[in-house]
Nanobody, 129 residues
Framework: QLRLVESGGDLVQPGGSLRLACAAS????????IGWFRQAPGKQRERVSC????????NYVDSVKGRFTISRDNAKKTVYLQMNSLKPEDSAVYYC??????????????????????WGQGTQVTVSS
């Protein structure tokens, strides 16, 4: 059975840190780019960060640049999202998704895959004092 399972969500104070994990089972993670998305109550789902299958291509949305770091360990079939200097506006359910789209670059920047094949169920991140 093909699955992505997120973990690591929690309640944290502003300025704190969390590390989310996205674990894959039932398929070879090496073949897939992984994207992290988030959705806050009453808002549309938004992109956060993505990483190519090799880990060479990485992309962050402007709101998390310098605070979040995405990485992957294909041997462990896991992708991580290290989140530092968390803000209340980072509160959301965070989802990871896998894409088989081949990597592409635009003027050196890794381009977000245009479709994702598998999605996890999400993990809640709440940033509040």
């Amino acid at each position: 059975q093909l699955r992505l399972v997120e973990s690591g969500g929690d309640l944290v104070q502003p300025g704190g840190s969390l590390r989310l994990a996205c674990a894959a089972s039932g398929f070879t993670l090496d073949d897939y780019a992984i994207g992290w998305f988030r959705q806050a109550p009453g808002k549309q789902r938004e992109r956060v960060s993505c990483i190519s299958s090799t880990g060479i291509g990485i992309n962050y949305v402007d709101s998390v640049k310098g605070r979040f770091t995405i990485s992957r360990d294909n041997a462990k079939k896991t992708v991580y999202l290290q989140m530092n200097s968390l803000k209340p506006e980072d509160s959301a359910v965070y989802y990871c998704a896998a894409s088989s789209t081949l990597p592409s670059y635009d003027r050196g920047d890794y381009v977000w895959p245009d479709s994702f094949d598998y999605w996890g169920q999400g993990t809640q991140v709440t940033v509040s004092s």
